[in-house]
């Protein structure tokens, strides 16, 4: 299904309305309509989900749509619109706890559900980066300019990515805590992704602790029948 330029736009300005009203004020990222002559495929997404508003989105439509525009389709757009920029979009595969109200149960199922509040987990003032230049480069310099995790040299080739040069990023040691000194560990882009935010890593980029609970529903039953009986007995449940 393919909107007209004229549809586009008007979502998209209406989009802009609420974001400017109610959005912007807790930093949710309102995605560029275009770039150059064409359309981003973060706005698309966007536009789609706000056309089928309180409504399940799926991922063969969203790739039917994006795809009807040229370039690649990229359906993991709806999902970053959430967690990443703020904007109160449900995931079937994240199981937000909207979903089940929404029918959006199933892996590759979203709706956007509100654009009057950011999603309840958007975690921008914890992205808040509180270190100068000069700590930044200290820090870099103690880590021998190496990532954290991988050791691969910031200016170099990824030891795991041969065609990707180093460049180190800001990593949380703690995702549930302030990006401080601290709390931060020099990362390659590689190692520095979104799926680490489920756990706590310690000064030399090893995985200590959890933070986020959810993580257990990516496990399989067998897995997660396991966990349930160790947390029993921590927790002395019968």
Known sequence: MKLSDSEINSLYYELKKYHEEYLEKYRVTLPNLK?????????????????????VVTKNELTEFLDSYGGSPDVQEARHLGQQDGWFVISGKRKDEQCEQYNATKSGDYALISVKKPYP????????????????????????????????????????YPNIITSLQKGHMDPNKELKIGNIIPQCSECNRQDRNYFIYNKKGRVVKIADPSFVRKSDKKTKNTMLKILKEDLNID
């Open 35 to 55: 770039w150059r002559s064409n359309y981003t495929k973060k706005a698309l997404v966007l536009v789609y989900l706000f056309k089928n508003f309180k409504k």
């Open 121 to 160: 987990d958007f975690t921008y003032m914890k992205r808040e980066t509180k270190i100068t230049n000069d700590e930044w480069e200290n820090l870099k310099k103690e880590y021998d300019y190496r990532c954290a995790t991988c050791g691969s040299i910031e200016g170099q080739n990824n030891l795991h």
